[in-house]
């Protein structure tokens, strides 16, 4: 069964700092891959997709991520963390197209400090 | 072009109660999946619709079930209520499905007293 980890439940970060936050997917079978943003009172957003195509994916708002299968990982990074970057990041997987769940991690609240 | 959007917002029912949630999507989308967030399970899927049938469902138990109509708004029911179904029921549109850009609603705030 797919099943993804995210490490850190908060992470605090200085304006201007990088943003490190930590996905690793538990799979045999390269995955679908995603970062979600969730900002407070609101619905999620999607930050960027992994789809096999490269292995450095760009997203909204200066986001990446990079996939390396070696480390089953898909670490989310922002090279200076903004005040409007506080929210909740939730990293999914789906095994395969349109044949299993979308699996979502627990969520990691990052904070941002002036 | 308009967002999803589910009605109600807010809810407060009581336990063994029933409860229909509404869900309408990105006009041209065909995949509604709906998902439940609470503090303490995170974000869990619930089951996804296409095209009116049901392709993918989590490990929910059969109080919750849901339909998905041909205009593709979708309802999702929760009969006999529980204290623990207190959540924030989300519902997200896409294209062709769970391996495209899920477009999330605002959820509806649901409270079992």
């Known amino acids: 069964a797919q099943s993804v980890t995210q490490l850190g439940s908060h992470v605090s970060v200085s304006e201007g700092a990088l943003v490190l936050l930590r996905c690793n997917y538990s799979?045999?079978?390269?995955?679908?891959l995603f970062w979600y943003v969730q900002y407070p009172n609101q619905g999620l957003q999607l930050l960027l997709k992994?789809?096999?195509?490269?292995?450095l994916v760009k997203g909204i708002n200066g986001f990446e991520a990079e996939f390396k299968k070696s480390e089953t990982s898909f670490h989310l990074t922002k090279p200076s963390a903004h005040m409007s970057d506080a929210a909740e990041y939730f990293c999914?997987?789906?095994?395969?197209?349109?044949?299993?769940?979308?699996?979502f991690g627990q969520g990691t609240t990052l904070q941002v400090k002036p | 072009k308009a967002g999803v959007t589910q009605t109600p917002r807010y809810l407060i029912k009581t336990r063994g109660q029933q409860v229909t949630l509404s869900c309408s999507p990105i006009?041209?989308?065909?995949?509604v999946s709906w998902y439940q967030q609470t503090p303490g399970q995170g974000l869990q899927f619930l089951f996804e619709y296409f095209s009116e049938t049901q392709r993918n469902k989590g490990n929910f138990p059969g109080r919750f079930s849901g339909r998905q109509f041909s205009n593709s708004r979708s309802e999702m029911n929760v009969s006999t209520l529980e204290l623990g179904d207190s959540a924030l029921y989300l519902c997200?549109?896409?294209?062709?499905?769970?391996?495209?850009?899920?477009?999330f609603g605002p959820g509806t705030r649901l409270t079992v007293l």
């Open positions: 992994y789809t096999s195509a490269a292995t």
């Open positions: 999914a997987v789906i095994g395969s197209s349109n044949t299993g769940k979308l699996i």
């Open positions: 997200a549109s896409s294209l062709t499905g769970l391996d495209n850009e899920q477009f």
């Open positions: 799979s045999s079978v390269p995955p679908y």
């Open positions: 006009s041209g989308h065909r995949s």
